[in-house]
């Protein structure tokens, strides 16, 4: 039961914030590209760098990590890696992130307890690490637009078997819009409508249309 007494405008500690949480990417490889078929692959990078300058952004820290770069699966998407030209990247033989120790411990070296996570395949190589870190305590968040699978199966069975597992699933703009939260955030507001013009579809086109119309702060 609800005591009145004892509600105040506060959020809730479930909400991601710019300092609890920490973005993983992993194996946003042409050669996993390739084999994706869960849904758009240009929709999905498109998710993938709006959800990388989102985190850029609020200055979240984020992990970059690849699977056999050299041998197979070819690097990182470049418009990522554009993103953060001076970030390691951490390239594995593991399909399972979470049995890599540099990325354990650039994990851990975040500091963060909320992880959020996009890649390709969600069946694969995002389940797998989310299962792992959740095993582990900590909490994962699935951006499952930035992410896909080998089929819409795959990727629908591995989103649900992520959630009875304790995973959260968000999209890029929800991530986006959760970090800033409050339009009156004047510092990163300006930031905030950049990423959603080049890359929230229709939801920028009504930005640039405010813009235009009501002013150059419109909000939201």
Not at 127 to 140: G, H, N
Request: glycine content about 8%; overall charge negative; aromatic content about 8%.
């Amino acid at each position: 039961m609800v005591n009145i007494s004892e509600v105040t405008a506060a959020p809730s500690p479930d909400l991601l914030t710019p300092d609890n949480c920490a973005v993983l990417f992993i194996d946003h490889q042409p050669q996993m590209f390739f084999g994706t078929g869960s849904g758009d692959r240009t929709a999905i990078i498109n998710s993938t760098v709006g959800l990388a300058k989102a985190a850029k952004t609020f200055d979240v820290p984020v992990v970059l990590s690849t699977v056999a770069a050299e041998s197979f699966s070819g690097p990182i998407l470049p418009q990522l890696a554009e993103v953060f030209p001076d970030q390691k990247i951490i390239d594995r033989t593991t399909m399972n992130a979470w049995e890599d120790s540099a990325f354990v411990e650039a994990v851990k070296a975040t500091g963060r307890k909320k992880l959020v996570l996009a890649g390709l395949w969600t069946e694969v190589c995002i389940v797998l690490p989310a299962l792992s870190a959740l095993a582990q305590d900590y909490e994962v968040y699935v951006v499952t637009d930035a992410s896909g699978g080998v089929s819409p199966q795959a990727h629908e069975h591995a989103v649900q078997r992520m959630i009875q597992g304790g995973a959260v699933p968000v999209t890029w703009v929800q991530v986006l819009l959760e970090l800033q939260r409050d339009w009156a955030r004047g510092e990163t507001y300006m930031s905030v409508m950049d990423v959603v013009k080049e890359h929230a579809g229709a939801y920028g086109l009504g930005v640039v249309y405010a813009q235009a119309v009501i002013g150059a702060h419109a909000v939201g």
